[in-house]
């Protein structure tokens, strides 16, 4: 299997393939069609467009030219969008392994087996992800409020000053969280699905091999849920290159720290809604796009190498 | 999401059209008048009824679109609410750009005509005799309307002349007079955060709108607009002026870092932890809805001049209804324009709380002796009307306004946060504004 | 054929073992917690619950601020009540407020999740049916090209996608809504993953012997094995196109045809008019009753996604 991320390369369980593929025909078409229709319509077009807004420059004054790979050049050189690459990269390489850590231990515990209530705290820590990205943000940011919100309340109850959560230094922090919070849930149930199909004679052999807990796990739980680590991490760094909703809805509350151009995807944004500037937003989404995809593949050739 | 700041009111001045009489500006201007409509055919218009699609977030319209349906049966008026100003603009932007789905009428507020004014995207009301009503409007907003040409864009819909709302039972608490020159200003609010910690004379994080309605009163004239010739300059003698009392503001961390609009802003309106705002004549009807709680104590005050004998003021929000280029049944869509901006709609919308940009309405004795009991009984619409009066005429706004102010931030929202002076965030607001502005075809000088 | 995996995968479940076709591949028991029984412990329990209370905090704080009036919102302790319990009246208050256009973004929600998300599901288990037993050209590059278009922002997206819409006539309809709702890259891995495991081959090789054609077998093979995988990619589509804001935001003028998020958005945002009211107890009586069927249909269908998620649980 060399498809990048077909399931035998992320799945929970390579699946073998054998004469479960009956023949290599076009019949498979007839019932992948309607999804790649769709696709094409909504993902494949749209980018096929920007491909071609990208070698134009449309002003104000002046109207519509073509100006080739221009506006490629001119996004390499641009401070802001590095910035804001930066600033991501930094998001990444904090929030995604707590967030995956967290779900991976949360998982780990339930399929232990040695929770009370493990039902409940299943249910209860995925909830948050039924919460719209939209209201999330709009509950924590009412919470972060240090006069009025929780952080004041705790503030005024304890007599104690915590930061300002909103604060330019600590406001990627707070993104983080509500991040962390809204799909810890998911990601764990992700994990603890695919633990839940290691095959049970694998730990018995390792108990009568005299392993513990610890042993069990790194030796045998983890290399078995390894696709759904891949395809999470995967999930997840697209999921934070392309974070959107949390900063611009935050940023009426944190207007000098949370800057037009916050993140990659947040200027794109606002160079296409505020500054009518369609061709060199659509570039920049273009790179952007490109830049995820390769590190997608990294995480992806290193999850199997390590596996491997 | 929604930018959440207040937007201002563009342009101001009296217009050719004061000294001049009536029709003179349009007559001479010339060039795209290819088409006239008259009354006889909007009355046909009305007459022959239709279906009208009006994008408007002011609340107060709801009203008027009622009574003009009532009053000509056949017209239907399709209020839609597509956002709230940049939401709104985006969406009509949008709509142009595909060429599909444009509103016959559009709110538009002052200082983000000129974006659709230059691009020649409304239809010019001097086509509809809109010229002839120049008279019936106070030159601030009218002159917003204009943009920066002398053709008629639009018909303003309301106005927001600037005055210093006060909480005046916080002030009678720390024994603090009410200001009348911005030096005084800073002295209350001295001595009212020494008195409470907890208080601050005004909440302020950085607000476009605000800042250059105050480098507006303060006499700086930071954007010339000529065509699309552009200067941008924030370094005249009015700005140091601003900058000077407000950097001290920020220093002494007299400013309460609310972000306005946001709940926990209303909130301080309410609690007296915010004793001042200084803004627009539409903001009553925020107060009574929104910090309902405070209700009796706050008050109107002239705005605060930046010097002794000084009696200048600025407008600060406001917009007009204009017809987009694309939208359909011109006479009818002009017809409702009319209607509410100039007709009797203006009477409906006062009474739900609007503020006029009507002169005969500003000077009518029955609106200025129009008593507030949320103000304790006080007829805060005087000293409204007179703030309209003061207004200094020669400001204007940038072609893409829409644009720098969503990049105030970004650049003088430095000054809140760091250790940047307000005086270095305006020069970097004006070097991304320049660099913008070249980038979109214009020719820009510093 | 019953429905199989439905009972087989639940934690106190049978081993499944009593099926026949898949007690071949059963090479080892299928694991049990009951099995080995490990001992309970409450330190584990006490640190699991420090993420519990993460996760529910915020939620118990919507909970009691949804019984709180505008100004009881400033004046009370965030997780405990107000003296004014005001949450029936918020509720009555939201429900009528601006003519009662709460309950038409109720029902436009409801319309977009039962189009958006019911298409979607089936589009992503038409599609991972066919990636997972069938060889066919081109089969390789489908997923690598999925992932790659799901890489680029979608916010930059959002104008090219409005204009060609528009062209289309689809703008400002609930179509510009559901379209885009109909495609789930995650969906359709879950899917291609779940039919792998859970469809055997020869299950399909018997009834094309019995002379079924290749859609017959879909339907009466294939459809009643997937069951709870369709349960579990139907729930996550239904939280994303529950949670749909942005490109709703950009296609759809109208607010009669406004979601749920959207509108809540909307009555946020209109405290920062000129005359607008302040209705932030609305907003969050408003969310609180956003999110509340969508936890409701999470602890009802518990079972089915729960097994569904389990993918291919089915066997080994």
Known sequence: MTTPLSPGAAAPRPAPPRAARSRRSWTGWGFLGPFVAVFALVFLAPIGYSLYLSLFRDRLIGGNTFVGLDNYRQALGDERFWAALGRISLFLAVQVPVMLGIALLVALALDSGRLYGRDFFRVSIFLPYAVPAVVATLMWGFMYGTRFGLVGDVNDALG???????????????????????????????????????????????????????????????????????????????????????????????????TTDYTPNFYTYSLSFNGQQHNYSATVAIVMGLITMAIAYVVQLRGMRKGG | MPKHSRRLLRGIGLVCALALGVTACGDESGGSGQKSVSQDDIRAALEKGGTLTVWAWEPTLKQVAADFEKK?????????????????????????????????????????????????????????????????????????????????????????????????????????????????????????????????????????????????????????????????????????????????????????????WTDDWYKALGDGTIATLATGAWMPANLVSGVKEAAGDWRVAPLPQWSADGRSSAENGGSALALPELGKNEALAYAFVEY????????????????????????????????????????????????????????????????????????????????????????????ASVDYGNKQGFTVAK | MAPPAVTASGPSAAVPSGRPRSAPRLRAPRRRHSADRPRRSVLLTLLTSLVLLYSLVPLVWLAFSATKTQEGLSRSFGLWFDGDFALWDNIGRTFTYDDGVFTRWLLNTVLYVGLGAGGATFLAVLGGY???????????????????????????????????????????????????????????????????????????????????????????????????????????????????????????????????????????????????????????????????????????????????????????
């Open chain 1, 160 to 258: 104690v000053s915590l930061p300002d959560p909103l604060s330019p230094g600590l406001v990627l922090a707070s993104i983080g969280n509500i991040v962390t919070w809204e799909f810890v849930g998911y990601n764990m149930l992700i994990f603890y699905a695919a633990l839940r199909v290691v095959p049970h004679s694998l730990y018995e052999a390792a108990q009568i091999d005299g392993a513990g807990q610890l042993r069990v796990i790194t030796a045998i739980k983890l290399p078995a849920i390894r696709g759904a680590l891949v395809i999470a991490t995967i999930f997840s760094v697209i999921g934070s290159f392309q974070l959107f909703n949390e900063p611009s809805i935050l940023q009426p509350l944190a207007p000098n720290a949370v």
């Open chain 2, 72 to 260: 000509h049966p056949g017209v239907e008026v399709e209020l839609v609410n597509a956002g709230t100003n940049n939401d709104q603009y985006t969406a009509l932007q949008n709509a142009i750009s595909a060429k599909k789905g444009v509103p016959d009428v559009a709110q538009i507020e002052y200082y983000a005509m000129g974006q659709y004014a230059l691009t020649k995207q409304l239809t010019d009301l001097e086509d509809f005799g809109a010229g002839k009503l120049s008279a019936k409007f106070s030159p601030g907003p009218w002159q917003g309307v204009q943009a920066g040409t002398n053709r008629v864009h639009a018909l303003p819909m309301d106005s927001g002349p600037m005055a210093l709302f006060y909480n005046k039972k916080v002030f009678d608490k720390y024994g603090i007079e009410t200001p009348t020159t911005w030096a005084e200003y800073l002295d209350a609010a001295r001595d009212l955060h020494k008195a409470d910690p907890k208080a601050y004379i005004t909440a302020d994080t950085g607000d476009a709108g605000v800042t250059t309605s105050l480098l507006w009163q303060a006499g700086s004239r930071p954007y010339t607009v000529n065509g699309t010739k552009v200067g941008i300059d924030f370094s005249d003698e009015g700005a140091k002026t601003y900058t000077d009392t407000w950097q001290k503001l920020i220093d002494e961390k007299l400013l309460a870092p609310v972000n306005p």
């Open chain 2, 340 to 431: 509410a901006s100039a007709g009797d709609g203006v009477a409906t919308r006062l009474e739900n709380g609007a503020f006029p940009a009507t002169t005969a309405d500003l000077q009518s004795t029955a609106f200025q002796d129009t008593a507030f009991d949320y103000f304790g009984g006080q007829k805060a619409n005087k000293i409204f009307a007179e703030s309209a009066a003061n207004v200094a005429d020669d400001w204007s706004y940038l072609p893409y306004q829409v644009y720098a102010n969503s990049i105030f931030n970004d650049t003088v929202g430095k000054a809140y946060v760091s250790g940047t002076t307000l005086a270095e965030g305006l020069k970097s607001w004006q070097q």
């Open chain 3, 130 to 316: 066919a990636l997972a037993k069938f060889d066919f050209p081109g089969r390789r590059a489908v997923f690598a090209v999925v992932i790659g278009a799901v890489a680029v922002p979608g916010t930059a997206l959002a104008v090219p996608t409005f204009l060609m819409f528009s062209r289309m006539g689809l703008t400002n309809t609930p179509w510009a809504v559901i379209v885009p709702s109909l495609v789930s890259p995650f969906g359709l891995y879950l899917m291609w993953v779940f039919a792998t495991e859970a469809v055997p081959a020869e299950l399909m090789e018997a009834a094309r012997i019995d002379g079924a054609g290749e859609v017959r077998t879909f339907f009466t093979v294939a459809l009643p094995l997937l069951a709870p995988g369709i349960v579990t990619v139907l729930l996550f589509t239904m939280v994303a196109t529950w949670n749909n804001y942005f490109l709703p935001l950009v296609m759809l003028k109208d607010p009669d045809w406004y979601p749920l998020t959207l509108g809540l958005g909307s009555w946020n945002a209109q405290a920062a008019t000129a005359g607008g009211e302040a209705v932030f107890n609305l907003v969050v009586t408003g969310s609180l009753l956003t999110i509340v069927p969508l936890i409701a249909a999470f602890l009802l269908l518990q079972k089915y996604w729960r097994s569904g998620l389990a993918a291919g649980s089915v066997k080994e």
